[in-house]
């Protein structure tokens, strides 16, 4: 193959995917290669969660990020005649005292009133919840694997997708980027995290955590709502639902386990004991590419200026990627300065 392009992109998952959409967008030839490992992006759950933890935290770029992410899904939604995004409230168990009083000091800052209901809910009785449950607004779930799959073929169709392993040995970077006969400004690893393994970007301190999630079909009617119980339940449909994810920092590889499995069940029992009877469908593992201050890795290699990663984006893909995507297509093509915070070369080689 002989090809001229603007940018080579390593890896087909969200991160990968939405930053080469957002660089065709701006006229900008790509060529991406995957080798359709079953990836994170793949088994996420997608959620997109406002305030998150015990001490109930808005995330401090979420007014930036979350309107980005939506109106990106939107536009993926209408190019692509189906839905990504479903928006859909968060019913959250309040788990101790600790949180109720969090809550309850939450609801007096006005930032937190476009995200937090201000009412304590007593919880049906289905659910195991004596402190009472309270409702997050502006929460909801990307169909990752919808998105990657329209995604795909669509840059199937312009010939610039190609299924294979892309060894690093291969990859001249003396004067032009060239692989494999592809010529290219400059190449994007987007691995997620088998960036560990990248030889020009493994000082960069990744912290991964391995995942693990259920997806289970029960008898009984499930509600709507998404529900957050420490661990988190998203109905699929009436009958069907995902629960997860074990979060496991030593464990890193892919491998569903029975103790990630029986965590998960214990968890789900605990909260709504008339689904203990559900059964699995599938029980999938992956690895998160967290990173040790939990910003993303974002950049040009500090000596090689054709290489560039955009990675790291942890547990938060779905709500970071639309948004940095844009930021760094701003940088490539405007040369309009990276977020120091961001900014891969915050760790030096
Ligand atoms: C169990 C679990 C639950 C999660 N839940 C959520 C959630 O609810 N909400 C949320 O926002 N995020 C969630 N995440 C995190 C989310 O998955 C990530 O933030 C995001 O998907 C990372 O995308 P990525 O493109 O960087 O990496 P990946 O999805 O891992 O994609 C990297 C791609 O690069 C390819 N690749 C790597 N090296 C090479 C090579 N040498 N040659 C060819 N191809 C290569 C890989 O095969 C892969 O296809 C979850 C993750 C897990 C594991």
Redesign the pocket.
């Known amino acids: 193959m002989s090809k001229q392009v603007d940018y080579l992109i ?8 939405i930053l080469s959409w957002e660089l065709i967008k701006q006229g900008c030839t790509v060529h991406l ?17 406002p305030i998150t933890g015990m001490r109930l935290v808005k995330h401090n770029k979420l007014d930036t990020l979350l309107p980005c992410a939506k109106q990106t899904y939107q536009e993926l939604s209408q190019f692509f005649s189906q839905d990504f995004y479903i928006e859909k409230p968060m019913l959250r168990i309040l788990r101790n005292e600790k949180e109720l009083l969090k809550f309850q000091q939450r609801i007096q800052e006005p930032a937190y009133h476009k995200y937090l209901d201000t009412e304590l809910k007593s919880a049906p009785a289905i659910l195991n919840a004596p402190l009472g449950i309270i409702q997050q607004q502006q929460t909801g ?2 169909l ?1 694997q919808n998105l990657l799959a329209c995604l795909k073929n669509f840059l199937q169709a312009k010939q610039a997708y190609q299924r ?5 040995q291969d990859l001249n970077i003396d004067n032009a980027i060239n692989w494999q006969g592809i010529t290219a400004k400059k190449v994007i ?7 560990i ?2 030889p020009w970007f493994k000082h960069l301190a990744f912290q991964l ?5 259920l997806t289970l079909t029960t008898q009984q009617t499930l509600a709507p709502e998404l529900l957050n119980y420490g661990h ?1 339940l998203i109905p699929i449909n009436k009958h069907q639902f995902r629960t ?3 979060f496991d920092t030593i464990n890193l590889n892919t491998q569903a386990t029975d103790l990630g499995k029986s965590t998960l069940l214990h968890a789900l029992a605990q909260t709504i004991p008339t689904l203990a009877t559900a059964s699995i469908d599938k029980h ?6 967290t990173t040790l201050d939990k910003m993303p890795f974002i950049g040009l290699h500090p000596k090689y200026q054709n290489l560039a990663i ?12 639309p948004y940095y995507s844009q930021h760094f297509v701003q940088h490539l093509l405007h040369k309009a300065p990276i977020a120091p915070e961001i900014n891969s070369q915050r760790f030096s080689g």
């Open positions: 390593i890896g087909q998952g969200l991160a990968g995917s290669v995957d080798n359709q490992q079953e990836n994170a992006s793949q088994i996420a759950a997608g959620l997109i969660n779930y990307l990752t294979t392993q892309f060894v690093y690893f987007c691995e997620g995290y088998l960036a393994h990248n955590a391995k995942g693990e999630i988190w997860g994810a074990t999938q593992a992956n690895i998160r590419p955009f990675n790291g984006f942890g547990a938060k893909g779905s709500l970071q990627i």
